[in-house]
């Protein structure tokens, strides 16, 4: 299983784009890499999820480079109300544990 | 809207007194989990079920059991609960499984007295 190391906390001014690259070493041919944002006393809500390159949705970008081992989610133009925890999960094909690593505490400056 | 419900949002027990969480979904999805989170830490995969198949991660707890009635329905019963079981419990759904989005209920907050 996977495991996958962020930085624990990141702060940035509002405006900003902000990257929180995951560094997941050990992922194997059919992971998926998934990212999840949870605000406090709030249960975690996906953000976007990818296997390879770039995906993009209107909240969030997750750029994969060819080698898989690391993954960046970039979250655009922040605001005061993106900052939340963001966990980077690596989920195997048919895993019977799903892994939350120690998240990114992102905070947001005015 | 609600797709994922979990009541109560906050419960409170003494300690070794038997207690029930509950979660509901609207979804009818197949999977439904949950997840024990402890303050500044990161959800951690209590059990799920895929279907009607209970599945319980091998460093549970014995004193921590589920229940799923139907669909909709997840039960989370804690029988003996001592003070580090305090934590939020969160009841998340899936389609069919790991690799699909999770969706999650805002958590129950239990507090052992």
């Known amino acids: 299983l996977a495991k996958t190391t962020q930085p624990i906390s990141m702060d940035s001014y509002e405006g900003q784009e902000v990257n929180i690259t995951c560094s997941h070493n050990?992922?194997?041919?059919?992971?998926?890499i998934t990212w999840y944002q949870q605000f406090p006393s709030q249960g975690p809500r996906f953000i976007i999820q990818?296997?390879?390159t770039k995906v993009t949705n209107e909240v969030a970008s997750l750029f994969i480079p060819a080698d898989r081992k690391s993954s960046t989610l970039s979250l655009p133009r922040v605001s005061l109300s993106d900052t939340a925890v963001y966990y980077c999960?690596?989920?195997?094909?048919?895993?019977?544990?799903?892994?939350f690593g120690t998240g990114t505490r992102l905070t947001v400056i005015p | 809207d609600a797709m994922v419900i979990q009541n109560p949002r906050y419960q409170v027990t003494q300690f070794g007194k038997p207690v029930t969480l509950s979660c509901s979904q609207t979804?009818?999805?197949?999977?439904m989990y949950w997840y024990q989170q402890k303050s500044s830490q990161a959800p951690k995969l209590l059990f799920h079920?895929?279907?009607?198949?209970?599945?319980n991660e091998a460093d549970t707890p014995d004193n921590f059991q589920s229940r799923r009635p139907n669909t909709s329905f997840c039960f989370l019963d804690i029988r003996s609960p001592g003070l580090g079981d305090a934590a939020m419990y969160l009841c998340?759904?899936?389609?069919?499984?790991?690799?699909?989005?999770?969706?999650f209920g805002p958590g129950t907050r239990l507090l052992v007295l």
């Open positions: 079920y895929y279907d009607k198949d209970f599945n």
């Open positions: 999960l690596v989920v195997p094909t048919g895993a019977n544990n799903l892994f």
């Open positions: 990818g296997y390879k």
């Open positions: 050990n992922i194997a041919t059919n992971d998926y």
């Open positions: 979804l009818n999805h197949n999977v």
């Open positions: 998340a759904t899936s389609h069919s499984g790991y690799q699909e989005t999770q969706y």
